[in-house]
């Protein structure tokens, strides 16, 4: 893999590191993250990720966990990244992903066995070295003119016996579930977590590079399962590193889910090396009002007005 990646991704890459993130007996979670990028309730990264970082961290009273916040990309990321566990990266995707300016830099950090996760907007990446790097760190991710990004509600009735899908009961959700994901060839390492059939008006637009092309076309047509969360486990030269691919959460608000929640929850600590409880992470049901006011809390001073103004028009 490291001779595949030094050819592939245009750039010289570092020996691996003998070297593990696991330096002491804490666990380092590291969240990239924009602010926000829609409207009130939606793409809301930096309220998601700080809501995501707490659960987790009283989820595991008995565990050492530091939880990280950069709004951007980190101003010292070598400090940022030391002794990281995983990096969950939710934020606005394509061009604008928060790894393209920085792919050699990263796959340093990936190098050292930390895990990765992506949630939605965060699975997408340019054709090139950030795409490459993304299938060798995630194992997959959305490729425009080959994924698609429709909304619709997504039926999952059936899951893997992976720790990452402890506890995870058969639910619907409505969601921008992006699927036809490009993965690893005979998507070696990648265990679906998320599958569902998605139904023939995910089609109606016309093809376009993030609507629709014939390979999706012909897949749907055919009732092909789609998987729309999945886990990967990374090669020796990453030190069997680990990675998450979640690509729903445009809604703020399907946080309010248990099944939706923990499948999040289980994925992104399962990449920081946490066992996943037989029930998977068990957290409170949050209420919209709780969900309203992360968001205002988060925002920042300049965005609260806007936020609280936007709160009156709430679409789903």
């Not at 265990?191 to 749907?220: C, F, Q, W, Y």
Request: a negative charge; aromatic letters at 14%.
């Amino acid at each position: 893999m490291a001779t595949f990646l030094f050819f592939t991704l245009g750039f010289c890459l570092l020996h691996p590191t003998q070297s593990s993130p696991l330096d002491d007996d804490k666990t380092v979670l590291c969240f990239v993250c924009h602010k926000t990028s829609h409207g009130f309730g939606k793409h809301e990264y930096y309220p998601g990720s700080r809501l995501i970082g707490e659960w987790i961290e009283k989820a595991y009273p008995d565990e050492k966990i530091e939880a990280r916040y950069s709004v951007e990309w980190p101003e010292n990321p070598d400090e940022f990244f030391k002794d990281a566990d995983t990096v969950i990266f939710f934020c606005t995707g394509g061009g604008r992903h928060l790894v393209n300016n920085h792919v050699a830099e990263f796959d340093k950090v990936m190098r050292t066995g930390a895990g990765i996760a992506c949630l939605h907007y965060g699975v997408e990446v340019p054709i090139g070295p950030s795409a490459k790097g993304m299938l060798a760190w995630m194992g997959g991710y959305f490729e425009t003119n080959w994924s698609v990004n429709p909304h619709w509600v997504a039926n999952f009735e059936s899951f893997s016996d992976h720790q990452a899908a402890n506890g995870v009961e058969p639910f619907e959700m409505d969601d921008e579930w992006y699927f036809h994901m490009r993965f690893v060839g005979d998507m070696k390492g990648v265990t679906p977590i998320l599958s569902a059939v998605a139904p023939k008006e995910t089609m109606k637009r016309k093809d376009g590079p993030h609507s629709g092309n014939p390979a999706v076309r012909k897949a749907v047509a055919a009732g092909k399962p789609q998987h729309v969360a999945w886990v990967y486990e990374r090669g020796e030269d990453y030190h069997k590193g680990r990675g998450f691919g979640f690509t729903g959460l445009h809604y703020h608000w399907n946080f309010e889910n248990d099944n939706f929640r923990k499948a999040v929850l289980n994925g992104v600590a399962w990449t920081a090396g946490l066992e996943i409880p037989e029930n998977g992470i068990v957290t409170d049901t949050p209420t919209r009002e709780f969900l309203e006011e992360n968001i205002l809390e988060y925002a920042g001073p300049q965005d609260r007005k806007k936020q609280a103004e936007k709160k009156t028009a709430l679409v789903r």
